[in-house]
């Protein structure tokens, strides 16, 4: 039995679930595409920019608390859309609403949830925003959007950098498959996971829940998961007309996620975005592109006002979140330490992760010199070659 009161930071986390997660799982979650460039230049990037502190401040009370889409929440951390969390643990995605509820944090719903949409909002006490795609059938983006709005889903968040899967290599290895087989290669290693596979020999296997009723989507026929998306839900001719589309269906609040570049930042905001997700889809697709939070200045200079901007990709630790604030972040999203905290403990691992983030930010915050995160700013990083454009 973990005890999740003596992980202290995400790393500990991370290697805790490892213990518990068969290989073939915990790559599914760690691994990015290809040679996992971005995959490493994520972190990396964080770890370049550096924090220069001021003191005799004043910093006794702090505040992490914030806004985010008009939505109060505890701390700028909330938690990312992925795809089958049961995997990781059999309450998967409604683990994962709870804590978020009980943390005061957003939760955004992947597409791919092991649940269905309905039912994570049936187990969240908190908001809950809703990842879409623009499939090859609109009428399936339609349906979805339709049963996001019924469930009182207070957001979508759009994720536009996927007209094609990327090539994630550990899975291929892998034979990573939906619904999941063991493979031969990986039999030995799943056997030393004797509760892992109790679970699943418990509960049915994971599938595409809020895609149920969709020909193939619950992948019955075993293909496997990289050709079965790219061949029958990404729509590699998916354009700027399809973001008007999804605006003028849907009334709540919308974001985009998987920008990287200023122009598409501008557009995505003429089209009605009322915020963005600068995001690489955590070096899972495209590899080589440039880290998030170097692309993160020149977004938010592309926006100003008319936008809110978050950012996800390589945020393990409270410094890291904090920094992007200082470069202009509403706030941040994490997906893979809230995976490794499910699989860790279930929902109270997720709810350690949080507390673990927060925990450092509002240290990092005391020890900088500043008490809200509306103080934050460029002047707590000393000046570099990223940040001055020298």
């Excluded at 370049?48 to 992490?64: A, I, S, T, W």
Aim: aromatic content about 6%; overall charge negative.
């Amino acid at each position: 039995m973990t005890d999740l009161a003596q992980l202290y930071t995400i790393d500990e986390v991370r290697r805790a679930a490892r213990r518990k997660l068969p290989g073939m799982v915990a790559d599914f979650v760690e691994g990015g595409a290809e040679d996992e460039i971005t995959l490493a230049r994520n972190q990396a990037a964080f770890k370049d920019l550096v924090l220069e502190p001021r003191y005799l401040v004043d910093v006794g009370k702090r505040d992490l608390s914030t806004t985010i889409l008009g939505t109060p929440v505890r701390s700028p951390v909330m938690l990312a859309p992925t795809g089958l969390n049961r995997l990781a643990h059999p309450d998967g995605e409604l683990a994962v609403a709870r804590a978020a509820g009980s943390e005061g944090s957003i939760f955004t719903v992947g597409v791919f949830s092991s649940y269905t949409l309905e039912e994570v909002r049936a187990a969240s006490s908190g908001p809950l925003w809703f990842q879409i795609y623009l499939w090859k059938d609109r009428q399936v983006t339609r349906e979805l959007v339709e049963r996001a709005r019924d469930a009182g889903y207070q957001s979508l968040c759009l994720t536009v950098d996927v007209p094609v899967l990327g090539q994630r290599e550990r899975d291929l290895r892998n034979g990573m498959k939906i619904p999941i087989k063991v493979s031969m290669g990986s039999a030995l290693d799943v056997a030393r996971h004797p509760r892992w596979l109790y679970w699943l020999a418990r509960n049915s296997a994971p599938t595409f829940a809020s895609m149920r009723g969709v020909q193939g989507a619950e992948g019955d026929d075993g293909i496997p998961l990289i050709a079965y998306v790219n061949r029958e839900l990404f729509d590699p001719s998916q354009n700027w007309d399809d973001l008007v589309w999804l605006r003028e269906i849907w009334d709540g609040k919308l974001t985009v996620k998987g920008i990287l570049h200023p122009d598409d930042a501008r557009r995505a905001v003429d089209a009605g975005a009322d915020g963005i997700v600068v995001s690489n889809h955590g070096g899972r697709q495209l590899d080589g592109v440039s880290a998030t939070v170097e692309a993160l200045p020149r977004i938010v200079d592309a926006v100003g006002d008319r936008a809110e901007v978050i950012v996800d990709g390589g945020i393990r630790r409270g410094s890291d979140v904090v920094k992007a604030i200082a470069l202009g972040a509403r706030g941040c999203i994490v997906g893979r330490p809230y995976w490794w905290g499910l699989g860790a403990g279930g929902e109270a691992g997720v709810r350690r992760v949080l507390q673990i983030f927060n925990s450092e930010i509002d240290r990092v915050m005391a020890l900088v010199g500043t008490t809200r995160l509306d103080e934050i700013d460029e002047s707590i990083l000393l000046p570099s070659r990223s940040l001055t454009g020298i």
